[in-house]
């Protein structure tokens, strides 16, 4: 991550900005060094911190955002991403298995390296062959071990990324993965992550909201529900977001501040490995209202 100085980082990006949204990102890309494109037909401008990165999202953003409802090719988009995500937690958990089974292969070598060293006029000669040959087998084994360890970690480093942009409430962090929302934040991995959709038809792929709730669910605005399956959700009306989320049919949100503290623009750019800028440009507005769902009843929560 980019370190930012606190010096360049000035309170009138934290407030909603008076400026052109082209003046507005022209300040941004000077001031901390970020690159800027625009995908075709979009309302917003993408930056990122370096070439590769730009290039990467281009050719996710080549498909320009839609008015309508999401078609079957943004289903089938949605779907990779959730592929992707599971790929990625199944190679995080060999990793750390292929760790543990390292640390334990070298304090093993450790212990035979010591008995190799024994006289032999002390030690059997059979006995000495046996460790040596043992000696040889576990460096071998370790070896192989040490270069899945290092292949597992090259394909971990592809993580998706951290966008930073305006929710229809304020600043937010989304990502596909909640485990990198909370790690982010310097939260316990396991807490759960509301979850943001463009649309109702893309919740429900995912969630089932309780018949008797589905009508206020469609027509609630700014307003994220805690259902009783524990899993958190929030439609999207808001329109620029909303074209941001098409792209993505849903995307895991929080807040783009520490945890109890007010939004830092430094701070955010720090986390982010993308900015998603729009004329709302970046600052700190109310939160969702929450609702928390029975079967047949709901209970405002905040």
Same mark, same amino acid.
Request: net charge positive; proline share 6%; aromatic share 8%.
């Given at each position: 991550m980019t370190s930012i100085s606190r010096k360049h980082c000035k309170t009138s990006f934290n407030k909603k900005p *008076?400026?052109?949204?082209?003046?507005?990102?022209a300040l941004l890309c000077e001031r901390y060094a970020l690159l800027a494109f625009r995908p075709k037909g979009a309302s917003f401008v993408v930056l990122s911190k370096n070439e590769k990165h730009k290039q990467i999202l281009e050719s996710t953003f080549d498909k320009p955002a839609e008015n309508k409802k999401v078609d079957s090719s943004d289903e089938a988009f949605s779907s990779s991403l959730r592929a992707d995500l599971s790929a990625w937690q199944s190679i995080q958990t060999k990793t750390h298995t292929l760790e543990s089974t390292f640390d334990k292969n070298a304090q093993k070598i450790q212990s035979i390296a010591s008995l190799a060293k024994v006289d032999s006029s002390d030690t059997p000669i059979f006995a000495t062959? *046996?460790?040596i040959d043992c000696h040889a087998t576990a460096t071998?084994?370790?070896a192989m071990t040490e270069k899945n360890a290092k292949t597992h970690k090259a394909k971990l480093s592809k993580q998706p990324p951290i966008f930073l942009a305006q929710t229809d409430t304020t600043a937010g962090f989304l990502c596909s993965s909640p485990t990198l929302l909370n790690r982010a934040k310097l939260r316990p991995s396991s807490q759960a992550v509301l979850k943001t959709f463009a649309s109702l038809q893309c919740a429900t792929q995912e969630l089932r909201v309780p018949i008797s709730h589905r009508?206020?669910?469609?027509?609630?605005?700014?307003?994220?529900?805690i259902?009783?399956?524990k899993k958190s959700f929030r439609i999207v009306k808001e329109p620029l977001h909303r074209e941001f989320l098409r792209y993505f049919g849903g995307l895991c949100s929080t807040s783009a501040n520490r945890t109890k503290e007010p939004f830092s623009l430094e701070f955010a750019l720090q986390v982010a490995d993308v900015v998603i800028v729009d004329s709302r440009g970046l600052y700190e507005d109310k939160p969702?209202?929450?609702?928390?769902?029975s079967r047949t009843r709901k209970r405002r929560a905040r």
């Open positions: *008076k400026e052109p949204l082209a003046e507005y990102v062959a *046996k460790t071998q084994r370790l009508h206020f669910v469609r027509r609630a605005s700014k307003t994220s529900v259902l009783p399956s969702s209202a929450i609702y928390r769902l």
